[in-house]
């Protein structure tokens, strides 16, 4: 059974760029959410999808946002990317008490 | 500030010791999930725990959900160099009809051969 993939793996950006991040959530779950992992910050959530719709949304700027589209599959963008942006972008498909994570997009905003 | 507060923050030790992490909060949670995360890698779920009391093992690995389920535990026995990682503890809060997770710092943990 595939896991969930992200893509790309890696992405270097400049400050004032903006970007688009790619989830494929496990075949059959339905929710799809993303976190931002900082070595300050630790994990925080971004926001949820659940069945194209955003169900929850963590406390970041409007500079973040997602989309989930019919087959499950999401995406996250971020506009007017800034220094501190540079992050691990993890992606986690859930389904009953099973969360299962991606691993990540790395993101180096100079 | 973090909602879960995990403790300690970073272990060093040697093949073969035991060690516990710490996972407490003020707030009560419907489940409470323990990830380790290795670097450059996504959080691989351990485990998940929902009754308050309640204990469940895994090979060599323990987790305990307080009776208030506000805390756990994790206790590993005999420790190897494969269990090195970044262990996080997740919570979910009650009456929760969606998967945001409230996340811990982290331990970090090293074992030594």
């Known amino acids: 059974k595939a896991g969930v993939t992200q893509t790309p793996r890696y992405l270097i950006k400049t400050r004032g760029q903006q970007v688009t991040l790619s989830c494929s959530p496990i075949?059959?779950?339905?929710?799809v959410s993303w976190y931002q992992q900082t070595p300050g910050q630790g994990l925080q959530f971004l926001f949820e999808y659940f069945s194209e719709t955003q169900r929850n949304k963590g406390n970041f700027p409007g500079r973040f946002s997602g989309r989930q589209f019919s087959n499950s599959r999401s995406e996250m963008n971020v506009s007017t990317l800034e220094l501190g942006d540079s992050a691990l972008y993890l992606c986690?498909?859930?389904?009953?008490?099973?969360?299962?994570f991606g691993p990540g997009t790395r993101l180096t905003v100079l | 500030t973090q909602l879960l507060e995990q403790s300690p923050q970073f272990l060093s030790i040697q093949e073969g010791e035991n060690l516990t992490v710490y996972c407490n909060s003020s707030?009560?949670?419907?489940?409470l999930q323990w990830y380790r995360q290795e670097p450059g890698e996504g959080p691989v779920l351990l485990v998940t725990?929902?009754?308050?009391?309640e204990v469940k093992k895994l090979k060599r690995l323990t987790f305990q959900f307080g009776d208030a389920r506000k805390d756990s535990s994790l206790h590993i026995t005999a420790a190897q160099p494969g269990d090195t990682g970044l262990y996080l503890c997740a919570g979910t809060p009650p009456r929760s009809n969606d998967y945001k997770l409230s996340f811990g710092a982290g331990t970090t943990v090293t074992v030594r051969a």
């Open positions: 707030s009560v949670f419907s489940s």
């Open positions: 075949s059959g779950h339905r929710s």
């Open positions: 725990v929902v009754t308050g009391g």
């Open positions: 986690a498909s859930s389904r009953g008490l099973r969360t299962s």
